[in-house]
């Protein structure tokens, strides 16, 4: 049979940095390829490159048998190839409708009655649809990852590109995406698929490419592969290296463990917090919580309960309607940005993008962007101490950058996040921690050690407040998880009970609301 796609002896590099070096990769039609690797593998490099994002260096592409070699991403789209990127792209002010349409690029322009045929087409063959009149901003994550995909299905492609689809998805979205990706390929259609996420690699691959410093370190079918294979040929070294709790939640599997007495005074206290959405319903209806020193507390939920908007409250983006947060002595409820710093307030916002760093910024002055003054000598920066500093926690958090000065922006995703991650646990004082998806878009090594520099932030006298979509990382984390529902806080649930996993699940329901 011939491949849908191969690539043989590809390289790539951006200046000094080789992202992929000696590539080959075969995917054939009807399967979902997955390629797997550490953050700054060379995983997004390798997509762009077939997508005509990026330019091919050394080596040569295939595709369904024919030389390809795209320039730009709309040869990709005329050759039949079409990507989902990791950051969403459709435009927020506009109704999903308007964007599919503007999605379909000038030489098309379908009218409407078109565009609902399209759709009838998808929704018959994959089980997809979306509400076309709603504002894409408005509508929660899962159904604009949808809008995406069927963005790119409505080109009918022949190959379909998701890189790192899943990253912002909770559980029962991440479902119906693999599901969709299942059926894209019994479809005839080749699906590469770039995840970090064993447990879905299993579940919804065929076949993978596992990638290390920009070469091969395996490939195959995936019946092939263990989880502790693909775990060592990703990072280099044994699963039973890394937090057993960690690989226990790879397994997706209850966690247990000793429950932790915490007898402090609290220090984090959020009393009666309101907050209204645009339309008059409230995002937060009454938060109330207290976290003491050395305590790790989770909000477990499904997205779009409140979670987000609490983050937006306690990091000061936006002032609740009503009610109070304080640390230790400090009423934070109206403070600046600055003044949360000061009082010893870590936050690690779910958009490392938009609210985490600045792209055009050095990794030097992102890592220290609350303390750039401690660097000034008589009025300017002094550089050289800056990039001194900012090597250490380079090499302390393995960040893969050619060096401080290195842009934001030159940074695969995943080396994004730990930026920001080690910047804000650097705080010093660091007196709570706010960190929300903290381990989003990370490789299980980075996880492993995200996860082991929280718990030691809560060892040295941290409250830390956990949100995140993954319940079996609350598990392995947390000392006690409380659930968003409908902007309240249910719970709390000891991590360690043995019913933990089945309590919190029907919280996420409502089920004692
Ligand atoms: N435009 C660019 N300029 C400079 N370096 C780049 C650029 N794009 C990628 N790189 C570098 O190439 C390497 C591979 O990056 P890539 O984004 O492909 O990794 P990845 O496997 O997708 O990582 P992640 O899992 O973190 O998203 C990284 O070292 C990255 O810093």
Known sequence: MIPALELHDVAKSFGPVRALSGVSLTVQAGEVHCVLGENGAGKSTLCNLVNGGVSLERGTMTLYGEPYRPSRPTDALAAGVAMVHQHFSLVPTLTIAENLLLAAG??????????????????????????????????????????????????????LLLDEPTAVLGPADVDALLATCRRIAEAGKAVVLVTHKLGEVTRAGDSATILRGGT???????????????????????????????????????????????????????QGLTLSRADGTL??????????????????????????????????????????????????????????TAAGLGIIPEDRHHEGCV????????????RLSEFARRGLLDRSALHEAAARVIEEHGIRATGPSARMSTLSGGNQQKVVVARELALDPLVCLVAAQPTRGLDIGAVDAVLGRIRSAAQAGAAVLVISSELSELLALCHRIVVAYRGRLLGPVPAAAPQARDEIGRLMVGAAA
């Open 106 to 159: 000038a030489r098309l322009r379908p009218r409407r009655r078109e565009l609902h045929e399209g759709l009838a087409r998808i929704e018959e063959t994959y089980g997809l649809s979306v509400p076309l009149d709603e504002l894409a901003g408005h509508v929660p994550v899962g159904v604009r990852q949808q809008a995406e995909i069927i963005k790119c299905l409505l080109r009918d492609p022949r190959l």
């Open 216 to 270: 091969v370190a395996g490939a195959g079918p995936l019946a092939g592969f263990g989880a502790e294979d693909l775990v060592e040929l990703m990072v280099g070294r044994p699963m039973s290296d890394l937090d057993p709790l960690l690989v226990a939640s790879v397994d997706e599997s209850a966690t247990s463990r000793e429950a932790a007495r915490i007898t402090a005074e609290p220090v984090f206290r959020a």
């Open 283 to 340: 995002a937060l209806d009454g938060v109330n919580l207290e976290i003491a020193p050395g305590e790790i507390v989770g909000v477990a939920g499904v997205e779009g309960n409140g979670q987000s908007e609490l983050v937006t409250v306690l990091s000061g983006a936006v002032p609740p309607g009503s009610g109070s947060f304080l640390l230790g002595e400090h009423d934070l409820t109206f403070a600046t940005p600055r003044g949360r």
């Open 359 to 370: 792209p055009a910024m050095s990794i030097a002055e992102n890592l220290f962007l609350p």
